[in-house]
């Protein structure tokens, strides 16, 4: 089966740093990946769609230069939370989009700010 | 853009039993409607999907309806098992773009 992963699966830093999260789609090539954060609780809210090779699309409200999304090729996107705040820290999960469409979730990363 | 309402937001049903989680979708161009279950602190699973062209879906125990007529669609687990609770969450979009819409979830209790 189609297979996402995430990493890191867990990190813990600083107020003020940066923190790049990595996405790939580890058995099939994803031109389209999407971003999630999810709060306790509650249901997945989309940040951004990254399309390989050119800019992202950012949802509402999602700050661009904050949250700064590469998607350099057709299985890896990388999600960089700049100058991270601890009203930050939440569960960032990405998916992929297969080339019939369906959409595979990667395990998620947990990130807090201290 | 379309609206998914999934109800309920929680259920708990006894071994064995059979569970049922509906959600209904306001955007007429959706085709695509996948079902995902998340365990905690995990990502979420796709479990079955179902695309406008056919009414149900069939995998060992899950299965999918959907009416297309009454924008909605439904999850059907049969002789449930502890291992079946989670989050199900359901979702809807038009294939060819990039707009799936996800619904609040569904917290499934099968109690032993």
């Known amino acids: 089966g189609a297979v996402v992963s995430q990493h890191p699966s867990r990190v813990i830093c600083k107020s003020g740093t940066s923190v790049k999260i990595e996405c790939r789609s580890l058995d099939f090539q994803a031109t389209t990946m999407f971003w999630y954060r999810q709060f306790p609780k509650q249901s997945l809210m989309l940040m951004a769609t990254?399309?390989?090779?050119?800019?992202?699309?950012?949802e509402q409200g999602v700050e661009k230069d904050k949250f700064l999304i590469n998607h350099a090729s057709l299985t890896l996107s990388t999600l960089t939370v700049t100058s991270a705040h601890p009203e930050d820290s939440s569960f960032y999960i990405c998916?992929?989009?297969?080339?019939?469409?369906?959409?595979?979730f990667g395990p998620g990363t947990r990130l807090t700010v201290t | 853009g379309e609206n998914v309402e999934q109800h309920p937001s929680t259920l708990s049903v006894q071994e064995g039993d059979s569970a049922v989680i509906k959600c209904t979708y306001s955007d007429s161009a959706s085709n695509y409607f996948p079902w995902y279950k998340q365990e905690l602190g995990k990502g979420p699973q796709l479990i079955i999907d179902?695309?406008?062209?056919?009414g149900e879906k069939k995998d060992q125990r899950i299965a999918v309806t959907l009416n297309k007529t009454a924008k909605h669609f439904s999850l059907h687990i049969t002789e449930t098992q502890p291992e079946d609770s989670a989050v199900y969450f359901c979702?809807?979009?038009?294939?060819?773009?990039?707009?799936?819409?996800f619904g609040a979830g569904t917290r499934l209790t099968v109690k032993p």
């Open positions: 998916s992929a989009r297969s080339l019939s469409y369906e959409q595979y």
């Open positions: 179902i695309r406008s062209n056919v």
């Open positions: 979702a809807a979009s038009p294939i060819n773009n990039n707009d799936m819409r």
């Open positions: 990254s399309n390989e090779g050119s800019k992202a699309t950012y």
